[in-house]
């Protein structure tokens, strides 16, 4: 980056220690790399938070970086900073400094430390649902360890309650629970694993006007789907008048095939408030794939038209192709939207046929793609 190259410089002329003039280029050259990888990256996923504990060397230039990154967003501009973004990065910076005090660079040490993770997380819940005297339909060592680590103990045991008080209705039914969150409002989704399911929450949501921000995903081995998301309203709505209720009962509609998503979502894109909206900036239309950034999955990045309906004929696309989508994030700059799913086949692993790959690019970007804006082949990594 030629702004790292000439703060260096800067840095000598002005008889800086080498070691400073190193630090002033590092940061330059990745004040962006937080704000960006907060928003687009699994912030539970380890093996990336290990990986940036090693990038970033040491706690206080990791502090600087934050200062800089969180002075660089609000100096841009209000659609660059939000109290959703202000949440991510704080989330990263805690967690990257944990990592570096914990000195957790090498592979050994992240798989010692998440097993002994689940073990005491395990533990917790044990102790908790003992000495809440609550009856429990599946064993915690059942719970998978991915859902484990990205709860706390207490979180783990209210969906536990909930499984077991619910059971009944849970066979028959998809259960929200909406809670008000700093920087976001809070989706729990309970119900029996359905196929399509997530494309048809998201679908529902953008009826009922919510964006999703990010998604975390879980199926427990007795078929019970435990999806937390993040949402926002997209209009001046407080949390209070949102109708939850209107909105889980169009939601078993749609599971139920008694409302047509798709069709209801095309008419909402025809209305004159969508079609009269004009476009602010030249908007970037790819599709990339990642299989680097993550050990146990997939990472496919997909930028277009921030719309509503796009994220649910992108989830219904995935699913269609047979993937299985366990974390989402949504990021949007200024309408361009930025979706990050990280997706496995059925059987749990990585996507690396080629073939299927290209025609998931096909798919997605058929969606995606407009009379205004042409694929971007210019890509780091490997496009699909």
């Known amino acids: 980056m030629l702004g790292a ?28 790399f937080l704000p960006e990888n907060a928003l687009r990256r699994d912030l ?35 659609s660059a900073w939000s109290a959703w973004k202000a949440t991510l990065m704080n989330e990263l910076f805690l967690k990257v400094r944990s990592c570096l005090e914990a000195e957790c660079t090498t592979d050994a040490d992240v798989e010692q ?20 005297k609550i009856p429990l339909r599946i064993a915690v060592e059942d719970l998978p360890a991915d859902y484990l680590t990205s709860f706390t103990p207490e979180v783990v045991v209210h969906h536990l309650r909930l499984h077991q008080e619910q059971a009944t209705v849970l066979q028959q039914k998809v259960l929200l629970f909406p809670e008000k969150k700093k920087g976001s409002w809070s989706l729990l989704m309970l119900c029996h694993d359905r196929q399509g399911l997530l494309a048809k929450l998201c679908g529902v949501l953008a009826l009922h006007n919510l964006s999703v921000l990010a998604a975390r995903i879980f199926t ?51 209305s004159s408030v969508y079609r009269q909206r004009r476009q602010v900036q030249q908007l970037l239309s790819k599709v990339v794939v990642d299989n680097e950034t993550s050990a146990r999955h997939t990472v496919i990045e997909v930028y277009g038209d921030d719309r509503p309906g796009t994220l649910y004929q992108l989830t219904q696309t995935l699913s269609d192709f047979r993937f299985n989508i366990h974390r ?23 996507i690396h046929d080629q073939e299927l790959l290209n025609r998931v690019k096909q798919a997605l970007l058929h969606i995606i793609r407009n009379d205004n804006n042409d694929d971007n082949d210019d890509n780091e990594k490997e496009e699909l």
């Open 5 to 32: 190259d000439l703060i260096d410089k800067v840095g000598q002329r002005m008889g800086f220690a080498e070691k400073d003039c190193a630090t002033l280029a590092f940061l330059v050259r990745y004040h962006l």
């Open 44 to 78: 539970d996923d380890q093996d990336f938070i290990r990986d940036t504990a090693e990038l970033i060397k040491d706690t206080e230039r990791l502090t600087m970086l934050y200062l800089l990154s969180v002075a660089d967003s609000k100096a841009t501009g209000p």
């Open 113 to 132: 430390g998440e097993e002994q993770g689940v073990a005491w997380l395990q533990e917790q819940v044990h102790l908790l649902t003992q000495a809440d």
């Open 220 to 270: 427990w081995p007795d078929g019970t789907v435990v999806d937390m998301l993040d949402l926002a309203p997209e209009a001046t709505l407080a949390f209070d008048e949102q109708d939850w209720k209107a909105l889980e009962h169009d939601l078993n509609q749609a599971v139920n095939y008694r409302l047509d998503v798709g069709r209801k979502l095309y008419s909402k894109l025809e």
């Open 328 to 350: 989402a994030r949504i990021a949007t700059e200024v309408e361009q939207l930025i979706d990050v799913f990280y997706v496995t086949t059925e059987t749990q692993q990585k």
